[in-house]
Each structure stands twice: as C-alpha cells, then as structure tokens.
C-alpha cells in the first residue's frame, strides 16, 4: 500500500505534460490540461470516492523522514521553473493561434504554476531547512507572489478563522469580493509583519534586509532574465515574453485565492479574551479526503490536520471525522465558488448542520 501511495503522487507531474503535449498537438488540444483538471479530476473522485485512511501512529516518524517524498517535491520546483521557460518561448515564439488558444494555454500553465506549484511552495515553506524554504521561494517567484512565504506562515496561521485573517473568507461573502480583499490585504499584511519584525532589530524598513522589497522585485528581475535568455537564444526580442510571464502569474495565484475561499469559508474561532482567540485545531478548516485530487495536490486537502499541525509533512497528514468536509475535491469546490449563489446554497447550509452537530451553536 505505501508503494501505491507513492506512485500515486507521481500523478501530480500529468498536468505540466498535458500543457506541453496540448501545445504541441495544437488547437483545442491547449484545453486538455484544462478538461483533465475541472473534468475528468472531479469525475475520479465522484467514482473513486474518499479515502479517510490515516497512517498509523507507529510509522509516523519514519514515514516522515522518508527521502522520497521531500524528492517529489524537489523535482517539482526543476520542472516548475524548465516549463515557465518553456512556456515563455512558445508563447511568445511559437504559433499557438487563435487568442482562445493562447488564453486556454495560459489557463493552463497556471495549472502548473498556481495550482500544483504554490501548493509545493506551501508545502516546502513550512519547513524548517533551508534548501526546502529556498525551493518554495523559487516557486513563489515564478508567480509573482513571494509575500505569500511571509504572509501565511507568519499572518494566516496566526489569524486563521478570526477577521484579522484576510485569507478567511466569511460566510456570505462572494469569492471575488474576497478575492480583491485577500489579495490586497495579504500584500499589506506581509508589509506589515515585515516592518514589526526589522523594528524589533532596530533596522529600516528601507533597508535591503527588508524581505519584502526583495520580493517585490525579484519576479520582475527573474521576467528580465527570462527576456535576456530567449533573446540570446532566439535573437529577436518579445514583449510577449512579460506578458505571458505576468498573465500567467495572475491566473497562477488566483488559484492560490480561490484555494484560500473555500478552505475557511465561515469558520470562526471563538474569541476568549480581547484579541485573544483559542487555539488553531482541526475544527477551523475544511477538510476533503477525495483520493485522486489529494495525489494531485500532496493532500492539501487534509487542511484541518495542517492548521492544528503546520509543519506535519503531507504525507502524514490525517483525517478527523470531526472537522468540516466538503462535498467533494477542490477541483470541483473551486468551480462551485464561481457560482456564488450555488456556493451559498450548498456550502451555508453544510456549514450551518455541521456547527449543530458539532455543538457550535
């Protein structure tokens, strides 16, 4: 069985070949990443089901320091970063076609990028080694949102489930009004515990110790190296060349935000003192144990484990019969939140049963 596990995360590198075998076959074929991802994903979980299997308590320790799954995720971040180059000198060298082509192949890519890589980056930046924080800065990079490292490790697992937490969405609230609201106050969240954490060393805020000025600009430093690159390479200059890097970025951690909408939506830690909540524990985030999705995403989806236990690596993380589930993967959560009066009807009445037998109200 642990064979099997193993092989399943394998599955996860299906979507960067479905992107470059789509360009390759051409036309339509630029939407299989797409179709595979928000189709066929959510149809394996609807036949394959759940799988609430935890590991056992003895094995915990061991499995956790297996090599081959802190490998899996190394190998992530060399392919993550090949296939933005990649995909910056097809996009702007190459012969995609028609702009609904090159629109479905930067949907794509950001399947790659958003989608499987800022879950490698979350994963690898909760860790304590350097090399791992250094591969999750690399993949953040690649989509323009580095603030994230400081943001959720220091801001979101501090705040989760309270309304100083802007990537918590609250009930009633539409995912693109906390789109706009997350994005925004997460950059300035970052800035802000930045600030508090260079004051207490007595350092500037414009000093080059400050990681955010870092973060800021290296994503444009690494879109000019990927510009002088194919310049050299090719010999001719593309504007599309920051296009695609940048228009993928968006779509890349727009994934990213709709993740953030429907893993907290309307849980609220209880306030116990002023300003002052109780402990983070399985009870304040969905969890979702659909097997084919959580091979795609190094069981992200086993969220409410994560938040109670941030640096347990994915692939120890349990199930608790106890926390919110959701209907099904994320995949298809995702798509439901589009949908906002959909989302409502289904996910407001699912929040409010679990709170009554949970005892929450």
């Known amino acids: 069985m642990n064979i099997l596990r193993k092989l399943g995360f394998f599955s996860a590198f299906t979507i960067p070949m479905l992107v470059i075998g789509g360009y390759y076959l051409g036309g339509w074929w630029n939407f299989s990443s797409i179709v595979f991802t928000y189709l066929l994903l959510p149809t394996a979980d609807?036949?394959?089901?759940?799988?609430s299997a935890n590991p056992e308590e003895s094995t915990i320790s061991a499995l956790s320091e297996e090599h081959f799954y802190r490998f899996m995720t190394y190998v992530w971040a060399y392919i993550q970063v090949i296939t933005v180059f990649w995909g910056a000198y097809?996009?702007?060298?190459?012969?995609i076609g028609e702009w609904y082509f090159k629109l479905a192949f930067l949907t794509a890519m950001a399947n790659v990028t958003g989608g499987v890589g800022i879950t490698v980056a979350h994963e690898l930046g909760h860790k304590s080694t350097k090399i791992e924080q250094f591969y999750a800065k690399v993949l953040?990079?690649?989509v323009s949102y580095m603030h994230f490292f400081i943001e959720h490790n220091k801001g979101h697992h501090v705040w989760v489930a309270t309304p100083k937490?802007?990537?918590?969405?609250?009930?009633?609230?539409s995912f693109y009004r906390f789109y706009f609201r997350s994005v925004i106050r997460g950059f300035m969240s970052a800035c802000e515990i930045e600030k508090e954490r260079l004051q207490r060393k007595n350092i500037s805020v414009w000093s080059f110790q400050n990681d955010m000025i870092l973060y800021t600009i290296l994503p444009f430093i690494f879109c000019g190296f990927l510009m002088i690159t194919l310049y050299i390479y090719t010999g001719s200059f593309s504007w599309n060349v920051p296009v695609f890097f940048f228009l993928q970025s968006i779509l890349g951690f727009s994934l990213l935000e709709a993740v953030n909408y429907i893993e907290h939506y309307g849980i609220v830690?209880?306030?116990?003192a002023n300003g002052r909540?109780?402990?983070v524990n399985p009870l304040h985030s969905w969890n979702s144990d659909y097997l084919v999705t959580n091979f795609y995403l190094f069981q992200l989806q086993r969220h409410s484990d994560h938040h109670a236990n941030a640096s347990r690596r994915y692939q120890v993380l349990r199930h608790f019969d106890e926390s919110p589930q959701m209907p099904q993967g994320y995949p298809a959560m995702m798509m439901m939140a589009m949908i906002p009066p959909l989302w409502f009807k289904v996910m407001d009445n699912r929040l409010e049963t679990w709170k009554a037998e949970?005892?929450?109200?």
């Open 46 to 51: 609807y036949i394959i089901g759940k799988d």
């Open 90 to 95: 097809v996009f702007a060298y190459g012969n």
């Open 140 to 142: 953040l990079m690649t």
């Open 165 to 173: 937490d802007p990537a918590t969405s609250r009930k009633g609230e």
């Open 269 to 272: 830690r209880n306030e116990i």
């Open 277 to 279: 909540f109780e402990r």
């Open 358 to 361: 949970s005892g929450l109200i």
